[in-house]
């Protein structure tokens, strides 16, 4: 016992960019203490930090003259989210075309500021963004509707491989942030990996798709008659969103709301 602790030694945490980082080491390996990690992040939320965009200090991650300035409600398409002008209820892709989502919301449209704040979340480990961009989303027209009105909340699933390279899910982050009590992991499958969906064409994004997305079959009745909110940080063509749609669609679910944060200009 004396021999393991011994081979025990902590580093002390400090805040990083508005991170708290606190490392423990086993030997050569370093890991987050699971244990400490939750509340050392909601801590760390609650301190002052500095703004990312305007840099003001002290403000929150981002901070409320920001939000007014970068993050102004526009009228959106009610299927897809994308920028429709006022009195314009749904697109005329979506009009021609319906997709298999009976609702999309987002609450920005990917821009700046948000596409770089979006790229530090996802890729270069910055998971305490998820907080603020839950603050951003609740404070989106009819999110807080849709997040009450729901049974669950699934957030988009990753491959295995991406997730090993990533180290966590982005969108699993988020729905934990926006309805924890509602939030499910292990409901959406995803079967294989796929290109980004950014360097692809439409059509080859749909071909890519084509079987990428399973619900775990131990769950699958627990879908029937259900309202799913499908969470994910960013919605391009939304191909990836209508693809696990019809699966959970084939499950039963008998209402679908797609959430992001931030929604591409064009898809």
């Known amino acids: 016992m004396g021999g393991m602790f011994c081979q025990r030694r902590a580093a002390g945490g400090s805040i990083v960019g508005g991170r708290w980082v606190d490392i423990v080491r086993i030997g050569p390996r370093e890991y987050i203490e699971p244990m400490f990690r939750d509340l050392l992040q909601g801590l760390s939320a609650r301190l002052p930090s500095q703004c990312r965009v305007c840099h003001g200090w002290p403000a929150q991650v981002v901070c409320e003259g920001c939000v007014n300035r970068f993050a102004q409600p526009q009228p959106r398409c ?66 807080e509707p849709a997040l009450e009105a729901a049974d669950v909340l699934l957030p988009m699933a990753l491959s295995d491989q991406r997730l090993r390279s990533r180290g966590f899910n982005q969108a699993l982050l988020l729905a934990r942030q926006l309805a924890p009590d509602k939030s499910r992991a292990d409901w959406l499958l995803r079967l294989r990996d796929t290109p980004p969906q950014s360097s692809l064409g439409r059509a080859e994004r749909l071909r890519s798709l084509d079987g990428a997305f399973a619900v775990e079959p131990r769950q699958a009745d627990r879908l029937a008659g259900k309202r799913v909110v499908l969470v994910d940080d960013v919605m391009t063509s939304g191909a990836s969103l209508w693809a696990a749609a019809r699966v959970l669609r084939q499950a039963g679910a008998a209402h679908i709301t797609g959430l992001v944060v931030a929604r591409t200009p064009e898809a």
């Open 78 to 143: 009610r299927s897809c989210a994308l920028p429709v002008p006022t009195g314009v209820t749904h697109c005329g892709t979506c009009m021609a075309r319906p997709p298999p989502l009976d609702a999309c919301l987002a609450a920005v449209s990917y821009g700046y500021p948000w596409s770089r704040l979006v790229v530090d979340f996802k890729f270069h480990a910055e998971p305490g963004l998820a907080a603020a961009f839950a603050l951003l989303l609740r404070s989106t027209p009819w999110v």
